[in-house]
């Protein structure tokens, strides 16, 4: 069983297009995560949801819009797509204060934006 | 500001050669530090989290130490398998989880 899944796995897409991307965890964990990894392989958070609520805010274009319908998943949605956004875009979750706060991660979102 | 900083950027290892990789931070407050494997493609695996000075884990080839400023990730007798990134990151007193650049591994046999 695959316990933090992302969809899709590639995503190749025109400058200007709308996009999403899901998360799903089946930790039974309370917070997940959106991250950032550029091409320097430098990952950095975007965005952090514990029970639905956003707590973590990070500063990103508000062309991103997570969204978490229940504890179990967290979606990214990217308004009018531009060349910079290219990157692997990594969901991640954890217990909140359990675990030790540990984060396990998804397999990763690779998006090109042409 | 909280920082991670891990040296050395990339470490080319013969198989059976042990080495260090080293993880220093400046994070307020520590509740954890984590150690994870990232492999080409994939996302970061999990191995370690240490959570004060003088805690030690150990797991096959890999051990993991923590000082007031410092991490390592000491790695014996290696193997081509061992090849990956080692990224390193570190939760403070905030709710965020900084992580550093990495450190690229090379083992070759």
């Known amino acids: 069983d695959t316990a933090v899944s992302q969809t899709p796995k590639y995503l190749v897409t025109q400058m200007g297009n709308d996009k999403s991307i899901k998360c799903e965890q089946n930790?039974?964990?309370?917070?997940m995560y959106w991250y950032k990894q550029d091409s320097k392989k430098f990952l950095k958070i975007m965005f952090s949801y514990n029970n639905k609520e956003l707590i973590i805010n990070e500063t990103v274009p508000n062309r991103f819009s997570p969204k978490s319908p229940d504890k179990a998943h967290l979606n990214l949605h990217i308004n009018s797509l531009e060349l910079g956004d290219s990157a692997v875009y990594f969901c991640a979750s954890s217990n909140w204060g359990g675990d030790q706060e540990t984060q396990y991660f998804g397999p990763g979102t690779r998006l090109l934006v042409l | 500001e909280d920082q991670v900083t891990q040296s050395p950027e990339a470490l080319r290892l013969q198989e059976g050669e042990s080495s260090s990789l080293n993880c220093s931070y400046t994070v307020s407050g520590l509740r954890g530090l984590f150690w994870y494997r990232q492999d080409p493609g994939k996302g970061p695996e999990f191995l370690f989290t240490l959570y004060s000075a003088g805690e030690e884990k150990e797991k096959e080839r890999l051990k993991a130490t923590l000082t007031k400023k410092e991490s390592f990730l000491h790695i014996t007798a290696p193997k081509p398998e061992d090849s990956a990134t080692y990224l390193c990151a570190a939760r403070g007193g905030g709710f965020k989880t900084i992580f550093g650049a990495g450190t690229r591994l090379f083992v070759k046999a």
């Open positions: 930790l039974g964990h309370d917070t």
